[in-house]
């Protein structure tokens, strides 16, 4: 696989045991992330699918929500669009931190 050290490109990348064998076929984790200011929490999921013409395929997948009994909004209202920003905002932070300069340098 071209990547060796994913730390390289992800900065919570999967670990192994020093003791086993470093090379990695694919990966997947799931986290739920609470965030109590904004009410709001977020699935993060990184993924390694198996390589194709020598390229790897990294997924990173955010999802922020918030719980149906917060989230009883109306299109028009001011403060739905608000509460959309601030949802946006941890979506984008979350991404951010979880990539490494190199990768964010892909993407330029």
Known sequence: MP???FKEYLS????????????LGGFFSRVILIHRDIDAAA????????SLDN???VILDIDVFKEPKTADW???DVQTWGKLEEMRNFKNRIFFESITEKTAELFE
């Open 3 to 5: 990547i060796v050290d």
């Open 12 to 23: 919570a990348p999967p670990s192994l045991p020093a003791s086993l064998p470093q090379e």
């Open 43 to 50: 699935f993060v999921t990184q993924a390694l699918e198996s």
């Open 55 to 57: 390229k790897v395929q």
């Open 74 to 76: 109306e299109a028009s």
